[in-house]
């Protein structure tokens, strides 16, 4: 690996950054924007190791599945998106399957994140604009969900060929 081009320094030991959200109505797509401030002039990025999440429990409804799902993003978004989503660091969803009168779960029945403790060579992924976003959507829900995240990160110094293509990918999807 001598003579390899890197594309990042890192330039500090990882950090906590951590946020909370609850749903602005039952079942309805809410999302909060988490500062991380970088400096933009020096290519700074943010290299995120792992995140954690916590939320409320799905409700348990007769007859129906009931889903609460979570995510963290690079970008804004306006819905829960897929694992085809360039921006997408995280995604939980838990579930509580309902009968006529029995219940099941919760269950998580699908996760994008790093859930094992943090060690220093796992990485989810590299922002380079200021902001990271958590959002919630209920399924099936009577009362409005809160979720929160731990996110695990660390302040890396990008290479100008690796800042430009982070900063266009965020800001173009």
Not at 108 to 116: E, K, S
């Amino acid at each position: 690996m001598i003579g390899m081009a890197r594309a990042y320094q890192v330039t500090s030991d990882p950090f906590y950054i951590n946020a909370s959200v609850i749903e602005t109505g039952p079942n309805t797509y809410t999302q909060v924007q988490i500062s991380s401030p970088l400096d933009s002039l020096n290519r700074e990025g943010l290299l995120v190791h792992a995140i954690y999440f916590r939320s409320s429990i799905p409700d348990a409804v007769p007859n129906l599945n009931s889903t609460i799902e979570m995510q963290v993003t690079a970008t804004s978004k306006t819905a829960i998106v897929g694992v085809n989503d360039a921006n997408l660091l995280a995604h939980r969803e838990l579930v509580t399957t309902g009968g006529a009168a029995e219940f099941s779960g919760p269950h998580v029945i699908d996760m994008i994140a790093n859930t094992d403790s943090y060690q220093g060579d796992m990485n989810l992924g590299i922002v380079a604009t200021d902001d990271l976003f958590l959002a919630i959507r209920g399924i099936n829900q009577t009362v409005a969900k809160g979720a929160s995240v731990r996110v695990v990160a660390s302040r890396v110094k990008l290479s100008a060929d690796a800042y430009a293509a982070l900063v266009t990918n965020e800001l173009s999807s």
